[in-house]
């Protein structure tokens, strides 16, 4: 299956600054996915990142405050802006396994303070 | 909407059987996911199965599906300490797109010895 390096595993942010989550693949895919994980919760799907288009938001995501970069079909970024202690959250990125799954990047521990 | 449901506590003892419960939405959903988070960690990939099987058996894992009830379980047997995790099932809704994974809610299993 494929492998995800994602960066950084965890970061304490000041509120009103942004953070850019990357994350890399060990081979080339043609759809990566954000997720968010508030504490306690289940995950929920931020965004999907094609190469060479916008980023495709789920309702209640905006670019604004969620860009999102695909300059390739093995690497992605997200970031967070302009950040509040609401956004304090695990991010994930993922990708579609050519196994039927999906795999996952080991994912960032936000906390904002 | 409808939520993926799933239990959100389940405690067993070392040796016994787990058995954790989704009921999913879509009933078109070609595939359903089992996936397994650790403590401070990404999400590994258990298992799945297709939408045309009633039940799956891998090592100590078992998966058994019910369509008409839309209803997915996971079966760990003998049970050890290292399958304490929080365990989430996991579909792609038809009506979603075809490739976006819609998560539950979460089980977290923990192993008494």
């Known amino acids: 299956s494929a492998v995800i390096s994602q960066k950084p595993s965890r970061d304490i942010c000041q509120r009103g600054t942004s953070l850019t989550i990357q994350c890399q693949v060990d081979?080339?895919?043609?759809?990566m996915f954000w997720y968010r994980q508030q504490p306690g919760q289940s995950l929920t799907l931020i965004a999907t990142?094609?190469?060479?288009?916008?980023?495709?938001?789920e309702s209640g995501f905006v670019i604004d405050k969620f860009p999102i970069s695909r300059p390739n079909l093995t690497f992605s970024t997200l970031t967070v802006s302009n950040m509040s202690p609401e956004d304090s959250s695990i991010y994930l990125c993922?990708?579609?396994?050519?196994?039927?799954?999906?795999?996952f990047g080991s994912g960032t521990r936000l906390t904002v303070v | 909407g409808e939520d993926v449901e799933q239990s959100l506590f389940l405690s067993v003892r070392e040796g016994d059987s787990s058995v954790i419960n989704c009921t999913y939405t879509?009933?078109?959903?070609?595939?359903l996911y089992w996936y397994k988070q650790e403590p401070g960690a990404g999400l590994q990939l258990l298992t799945y199965?297709?939408?045309?099987?009633d039940m799956k058996q891998d090592q100590r894992l078992t998966v058994l599906l019910n369509k008409k009830d839309k209803h997915l379980s996971l079966r760990i047997a003998d049970t050890q300490t290292g399958d304490s995790a929080i365990y989430f099932c996991?579909?792609?809704?038809?009506?979603?797109?075809?490739?976006?994974?819609?998560f539950g809610t979460g089980t977290q299993l923990k192993v008494e010895l």
């Open positions: 996991a579909e792609i809704p038809f009506t979603g797109g075809g490739n976006k994974l819609t």
């Open positions: 081979s080339q895919v043609t759809m």
């Open positions: 879509d009933s078109s959903s070609t595939y």
């Open positions: 199965i297709f939408s045309n099987m």
């Open positions: 990142a094609n190469q060479g288009s916008e980023a495709t938001y």
């Open positions: 993922s990708v579609e396994d050519s196994n039927y799954g999906y795999t």
